[in-house]
C-alpha cells in the first residue's frame, strides 16, 4: 500500500472491481458449462451486474445463487416485507449484516455488508418517490458503480488501518517522498487496453440488440460457425496468455 500515489490507487481499486467480476463470474460459467456437458441445466449466477442502476438491483444481478439462498431461509423466515415498512427495513439490514459475517469474520466485511444494507435500506425508502424516479438512469447508474467501487475496497482490504490508508491516498491526504508503485508503471499501454475490453465485456455485451444477434447466428448454420470458431480462436488465445502468466488461484476459493 505505502508509496502507492493517489492515481493509482484510484485505479487500483477500479482494477480490483474488474478483477473480483470475472474471477467469480468466469469460474460460475465454467462451472455451468461443465455441468451442461453431462447434462445438467445449472441457472446463471451472474446477470451483468455492473449495468445496475440501483444496489437492489446489483444484488439481484450478482452472486444470484447466493441472494437467492439469503432470501429464502434468512429474508423470508424473518417475516420478509409482510409485517411492515420498519420491519421489512430491519430484515433487509439484517441479511446483508449477516451476509457480510458470512464472506469472514473481519471488520471489513461487517462494513462492507453494512454499507450494502443502508444503500438498499435508503432505496427502498425512496423508490416510489417523484424525485427519485425522475432521476435519469444514468445518474442512478453511476452513483450505483460508485457505491459499489467504495465498496470493493472494504472487501479487498482486511485491516481497517489499511482502509482508512487507502482512503487517505485517494483522497490525496497522504503522500510520498518516494512513489515505488507508480500509476505509468502499473497502467501500461496493454492494461489499459484490457481495462477497455473488460468494461466492454461487464457492460455494452449486456445489450439486447447483442443478445438478439447472438439467437440470429445460432439459428443460421453459416454464422453459427463463424461465432464459434471466433469463440475457439478466444479460448485459444486465452489458454496461451494463462500458461505465460503466473499461477493465480480464483479469488472467491477462500469465502
Not at 116 to 124: A, I, K, Q, S, T
Request: proline residues 2%; charged residues 15%.
Amino acid at each position: 500500500m505505502y508509496g502507492i500515489d493517489t492515481w493509482t490507487a484510484w485505479g487500483g481499486a477500479f482494477l480490483y472491481m474488474l478483477q473480483i467480476y470475472y474471477d467469480f463470474a468466469g469460474y460460475s460459467d465454467t462451472a455451468i458449462g461443465l455441468a451442461g456437458l453431462f447434462g445438467f441445466q445449472v441457472k446463471d449466477n451472474f446477470n451483468f451486474p455492473y449495468v445496475s442502476k440501483s444496489i437492489s438491483e446489483f444484488w439481484r444481478r450478482w452472486h444470484i445463487s447466493l441472494g437467492t439462498w439469503f432470501r429464502e431461509y434468512i429474508y423470508i423466515p424473518l417475516g420478509g416485507n409482510r409485517k411492515g415498512m420498519l420491519k421489512t427495513l430491519c430484515n433487509l439490514f439484517t441479511v446483508f449484516l449477516l451476509t457480510g459475517i458470512w464472506h469472514g469474520a473481519g471488520w471489513n466485511y461487517i462494513l462492507w455488508g453494512v454499507l450494502n444494507g443502508v444503500c438498499v435500506v435508503v432505496e427502498r425508502c425512496v423508490r416510489e418517490k417523484t424525485w427519485y424516479i425522475k432521476i435519469p438512469g444514468v445518474i442512478k447508474w453511476a452513483v450505483t458503480m460508485f457505491v459499489v467501487y467504495i465498496s470493493w475496497v472494504f472487501f479487498r482490504l482486511t485491516s481497517l488501518l489499511d482502509i482508512k490508508q487507502y482512503f487517505k491516498i485517494m483522497l490525496g491526504m497522504v503522500s510520498f517522498e518516494y512513489i515505488d508503485l507508480s500509476f505509468s508503471y502499473f497502467f501500461e499501454f496493454k492494461i489499459v487496453i484490457l481495462m477497455i475490453i473488460a468494461v466492454l465485456g461487464a457492460t455494452v455485451f449486456s445489450a439486447k440488440k447483442l443478445k438478439k444477434a447472438a439467437e440470429m447466428a445460432n439459428q443460421q448454420p453459416v454464422l453459427f460457425v463463424i461465432q464459434e470458431a471466433f469463440l475457439m480462436i478466444l479460448c485459444v488465445v486465452n489458454i496461451m496468455c494463462m500458461v505465460n502468466a503466473t499461477y493465480s488461484p480464483f479469488l472467491y476459493f477462500q469465502y
